[in-house]
Structures are given as C-alpha cells and as structure tokens.
C-alpha cells in the first residue's frame, strides 16, 4: 500500500469515527431524555399497578353516584383526566359498589336500575373510587374521558370491574397485567441498552485514540538517543579538557591556549633575537 493510500484511508478511518462519535453522543442524550420523559407516563404507573396487586379475575361493579365537579379546590381528585401532568379545573367523580363474584352471572340478571335493590345486596365494598387505570389519566385513543364518564356514570349501571388486595378503595374498569409488565420492560430496557452502548462506544474510542502509536514514536526515540550520546560524549571531552588543563598548571607546564598565545605573540628574548643587526 502507498504512502497515498494510507493517507486516505486514515481520513476516511477518521471521518467514520467522528461521525459515529457524533451519533453515539446524540444517542446517548436523547435516550437518557426519553428515560425521564416515561418515568411518569409507563414506569410509575406499571410499578404502582404490579405494587397494588390487583386481581386479574373481573368482579361485579355497579354504579352508585357520579358528580361533576368545578374548580380545583372542589376537583381534589378525578376519575378519568386527559394528561396526567395539567391541573385539574374539570373532573368528574364515580363512585362503585363491588362484589367478589362472577360478574358474568350477575349481569345476566338485570341491571339495578333500582336504588334500593342496591341497598339491600351485599356488598365486599362500598363506594369505591372508579379509574380506568391506576392513575386515573392518560391520552386519547387509550383513554377517552368523554366515553368513560358516558359509560360508567350512569347510576346502577353494572359491568366487570377489578380490585386490589392492597388498596381496596379502587376499582379499575381495565386491567392486562402482562401488557403493563411489556411496557415496563420495553420502557426501561430500550433506553438503557441504547445509553450503555453509546456510552461503551465512547470509551472504547477514547482508549483507542489515546493509546500511542508505535511506528510514529521509533523516530522519536531513534533521535532521542542520539542526542543523549551526542550529550554525553561532549560531557567527557568537556572533563577531559578540564583535567588536563588543571594538570598542567600543576606540573607548570603552558595548556593549549598559552601555547597559542605564544605562538601568536612572541617573547621579549625571542624578539631580541629576531631584531637585525646593523653592518658597519
């Protein structure tokens, strides 16, 4: 492979990277945002649901009272709301009478229509709060206040409703325990897996890129050590001159630049010699 093509390919090899560094963040950020945004709407109603062990065998339930109801200190709670996070202004409350049996048998003797046949049955539990789920809110098409306040607030109204062992004072016109536990589980594995891949991606890259290069660091230390030879032989010629130098002050002896200099500059004996003499 040329020195060109090893080139394009480290650009091509980099430009994937940073695209995928990219996309790996924005990934990260945004299945971390939808993990916070169905906290609210699935995971806290499906642990609540899964909590209140509700039974899955329906019971009968018949209508006692429905009030509607207008200001917020009036609407301290509500039987079916259209978004679970607004105030409530409007609400309308549904109260129940359920009985722990067959609910099928009971409906195929009538409905009770008649207040004081209402009164005189038996009863497991007395004027239960009515919700469509656990929470008492969600969106259209799954949840549709304007049906559900036609459907349930007929008063003797009977249909098939459940109840919980640990909050007795609630019934539920709709129950699939397995679909509450999908959604649980799709809402916490999907955003998670997505946020732990992005973010191991993101690691092993950084590891990657920070790890040196060996071939890029061979002239490095081919040129390092060379200039620590280059160091260190002028370091011994440096103690070389100096011990000689200090020698030959000992033994009296001139050093190389006293010999220079008196090569350059002669002495007074010797420039007595050099003078001419004068013929008579």
Not at 80 to 93: D, L, N, P
Not at 121 to 133: F, Q, T
Not at 234 to 244: A, E, T, V, W
Request: proline fraction near 6%.
């Amino acid at each position: 492979m040329t020195t060109d093509q090893k080139s394009t390919l480290a650009t091509v090899i980099d430009t994937v990277r940073f695209y995928l560094t990219a996309l790996s963040v924005l990934v990260a950020c945004f299945s971390s945002f939808a993990f916070l945004f169905l906290v609210p709407f699935v995971i806290d109603p499906a642990f609540s649901t899964l909590f209140a062990e509700f039974i899955e065998d329906p019971i009968l339930c018949v209508t006692t009272r429905a009030e509607f109801k207008i200001g917020m200190l009036n609407c301290t709670w509500s039987s079916c709301r259209e978004g679970c996070t607004r105030e409530i202004f409007k609400c309308s409350q549904i109260y129940v009478n359920y009985k722990i049996v067959d609910p099928m048998e009971s409906l195929s003797r009538g409905n009770f229509t008649n207040q004081s046949r209402i009164q005189e049955m038996e009863w497991d539990y007395k004027d239960a709060k009515l919700y469509p789920n656990v929470k008492g809110c969600g969106y259209p098409p799954e949840v549709n206040c304007t049906i559900f306040n036609r459907t349930f607030s007929t008063v003797g109204a009977t249909f098939p409703c459940y109840h919980s062992n640990l909050k007795p004072e609630i019934a539920l016109t709709d129950l699939n325990i397995e679909k509450v536990k999908l959604d649980l589980i799709y809402a916490i594995a999907i955003p998670w897996s997505l946020f732990l891949g992005s973010i191991l991606y993101l690691l092993i890259t950084y590891v990657g890129m920070s790890q040196p290069d060996p071939n890029a660091d061979e002239p490095q230390e081919v040129s390092s050590t060379k200039a620590s030879k280059d160091a260190s032989n002028y370091s011994l010629r440096s103690i070389g001159k100096s011990l000689n130098h200090g020698m030959n002050k000992l033994r009296g002896e001139p050093d190389d630049k006293g010999e220079k200099k008196r090569k350059g500059r002669p002495t007074g004996t010797e420039a007595l010699r050099r003078k001419p003499t004068l013929k008579t």
